[in-house]
């Protein structure tokens, strides 16, 4: 499934990155399909969605490209293939209103040769990646950033290529930069963005323990969200598993980058890095050491007695025995490295504190009179809980004959 990447117009930021068939727009912004053009099979206008359907039978929906009402929406769709090359696909009928006249101007043109549209000084051939007679509700054009189709200067949305005519048909016009003599061309950009500082850590989403982790500990959730630093106007973060480039969502929110397909149980270094409007990719950032744990420990055994400290007859007592201590404490296996034991009071969960001295998990809140079912479990240092030991039964008898 191609990339798709959601930038704003108004703050140039980079809204969504996802991989997948679809995508929903919440403002005006430009929708970068990382998808050759010649993988295109034709884009139509279907109600309020934009829908791209490729060569190879997949189909891509925009929500919200276009709007239902009379308030016209100003989205812009463009096309990256693996070169970094741009293609923009341009509405025909209303990408925004205010361009209707210059596409009714297009359409006119349809019919005209490319070399009598751009002048015989251009390349009479079109680029090889063009995609040809395609029944589309589009008119392409080759540009080189899609700086221009950001908003500028408090909204105003310049065209730098206004100048030059558009296809219709399917043909995309050729490249402007024809005089390689031109001094007035504008130069390419090649520089990446800067090396992105370390994550700060990663956000859980699962389990008991949730909240902010830092580097080295482990979790339970499977798609943890790296807190990088916020992206620059027109930058783009991609999220690397182990040197491997992932499917990754950006939530500008948090402030997190979040896998799409869960990680495997294990250690894993995450790092990111950041690409600008250009299609520079920066160097990977420091990496984040992460420790994947789904699995839960061993059931418990079962307690081996209780200790009992109040009265004349105190010390280790076994299953069901009698007590007037209202706090007994039960006396569990030692847990291990990175485990905590967890106390249960006839089958809920009560605070406890575990005295590692003496072996025993006492509960805070003194139990009443009457019999009671006592087990516990133990929890990792992911957050996996294992399942309840069996029990020991304790009955607690305050009343005096």
Sequence with gaps: MPEIQIIAKDNHKTLVTTEGT???????????????????????????????????????????FFSGTAEPKDNSLVFQDENGQLIWAKFKDAENDADADSDADADADS????????????????????????????????????????????????????????VTGGIIAAASNHDSNDDSSTPTDTTPPATPSVPSGYLDNVGADQGIKGSGSSTDDTTPGVVISAPGAGETPTLYVDGEKVAASYDPVTGTLTPTTPLADGSHQLTYTLTDAAGNESAQSPALTVTVDTLAPATPAVPSGYLDNVGADQGIKGSGSSTDDTTPGVVISAPGAGETPTLYVDGEKVAAS?????????????????????????????????????????TVDTLAP
């Design 354 to 394: 575990y005295d590692p001295v003496t072996g025993t998990l006492t509960p805070t809140t003194p139990l009443a009179d009457g019999s009671h079912q006592l087990t516990y479990t133990l929890t990792d240092a992911a957050g996996n809980e294992s399942a309840q030991s069996p029990a020991i039964t304790v």
């Design 22 to 64: 679809s995508a929903k727009l919440s403002e005006a912004s430009v929708v970068l399909v990382k998808v050759a053009a010649s993988d295109v099979l034709v884009v139509n206008r279907e109600g309020t969605n934009a829908v791209i359907r490729l060569k190879n039978g997949e189909t891509i929906v925009i929500e919200g």
């Design 111 to 166: 019919d005209v040769e490319p070399q009598a549209l751009l002048g015989e000084d251009l390349p009479a051939a079109l680029p090889a990646e063009a995609p040809q007679e395609l029944v589309s509700d589009v008119i392409y054009q080759p540009i080189s950033s899609i700086e221009p189709l950001l908003y500028h200067d408090a909204g105003v949305n310049p065209w730098l290529w206004a100048a030059i005519p558009l």
